[in-house]
């Protein structure tokens, strides 16, 4: 969600005009994003930012938790992450499940999602650049109110639902199959959605990027853009919901939305949009339903771009995955063994752990 809102916020901003552009860069919100530690990666080609969508409920009332179907849980989890590379070969964005099993340094290991409920935000950029061996420039959060803000400022947007549509409880969707008008509410549910997606996580990844089209396609119409009665609520709303990095300003946000706007418009499965490798999913006792990254092609992937290399098109491995693509394992995740691969006869089933190169070490 935090992707769509940086993308609808430099549309605005870009035809807003020198005023309103220093006004906006006032109002950014800041946080402590990153520390140094011992072992950080170095400083790769191009621009590397850390976007995630914060499933906080601590400043919403009883009333607006019921809304939005969040429950009363205190911690605060990501419930979307994404890895957005900026470069001479354009902008590439790789989600990262939030079910992501990878080491948590300090925590063991533990799905990718937690490290910013154990240490906000510098445990989360910290995790990440451990898991990737890339070293991130930028980070950007926007949490569930702005994201329903930010909707609604907009008068909406038009989704189109898949056959069969999509009803989920514990999220609030209930949607038809078709397109239809969808509200903040609406749209939050909608993305948030994945215990009745057959795809899980992975599902979720794909509408999140569909909302990403779809609030681009709405900001930049004639009716927000140039109406300043509907742009200036919108900017509010837009910068009300961000909150970057103590580096990071309006001319970043700019140049990341810019960039974010192709790369969401381009057809899945390009090297534009893509989903990091996985090998496998499954159960792990006291961290439930988790995924495990590919670490072969999960490292060529984050080398490429911390080279600044353009990613091979041609390769069916650098495709988004669809699940018939990921081993599935009942009850706990599997790692090679000399024996075989995962859930292949010959293959060890144990309990995931850390490996040299595995998650938690890709690239290092």
């Known amino acids: 969600m935090v ?6 916020l430099a549309v605005v901003v870009a035809g807003a005009g020198t005023a309103v552009y220093f006004w906006a860069d006032g109002r950014v919100r800041t946080t402590e994003a990153f520390g140094e530690y011992a072992g950080r990666p170095q400083a790769g080609k191009g621009t590397d930012w850390l976007l995630i969508g914060s499933d906080s409920r601590a400043t919403l009332t009883p009333e607006q938790r019921r809304e939005l179907h969040v429950g009363s849980n205190e911690v605060r989890n990501t419930d979307t992450l994404m890895i957005v590379h900026q470069g001479d070969h354009g902008t590439t964005m790789v989600s990262l499940p939030r079910d992501s099993y990878v080491a948590i340094p300090g925590h063991g290991q533990g799905k990718i999602n937690s490290a910013f409920a154990l240490g906000g935000p510098k445990l ?6 451990q898991a990737t061996g890339l070293r991130l420039d930028h980070f950007a959060e926007v949490d569930f109110l702005g994201f329903v803000d930010v909707v609604d400022a907009l008068g909406g947007v038009r989704i189109c639902v898949p056959a069969g549509g999509l009803r989920d ?3 609030g969707a209930d949607f038809a199959a078709g397109c239809q008008e969808m509200d903040g509410v609406q749209a939050l549910s909608y993305v948030r959605a994945r215990y009745s997606d057959p795809e899980g996580d992975l599902g979720r990844v794909r509408r999140q990027r569909q909302l990403v089209s779809a609030v681009a396609e709405k900001a930049s119409s004639p009716a927000v853009a140039l109406n300043p009665w509907r742009a200036g609520p919108f ?3 837009s910068l009300d919901a961000v909150t970057v990095d103590r580096g990071a300003d309006v001319r970043d946000l700019f140049r990341l939305g810019r960039g974010l706007r192709g790369a969401a418009d381009g057809p899945e499965g390009t090297e534009r949009a893509l989903t990091v490798p996985l090998q496998s999913e499954g159960e792990v006792p006291g961290a439930g339903d988790v995924v495990v990254w590919d670490r072969r092609r999960a490292g060529e992937l984050f080398a490429a771009l911390r080279e600044d290399r353009p990613i091979p098109t041609s390769d069916l491995k650098w495709r988004i995955l669809e699940r018939k693509d990921v081993d599935t394992v009942p009850t706990v995740v599997p790692w090679p063994s000399r024996g075989g691969r995962p859930g292949r006869p010959g293959g ?3 309990v995931a752990r850390a ?3 595995g998650p938690g070490g890709i690239g290092r």
């Open 169 to 171: 409880e514990r999220s």
């Open 348 to 350: 060890r089933r144990g």
């Open 3 to 8: 992707l769509w809102t940086v993308v609808a």
């Open 124 to 129: 989360l950029t910290r995790t990440v650049e």
């Open 355 to 357: 490996v040299p190169g």
């Open 235 to 237: 900017l509010s709303a």
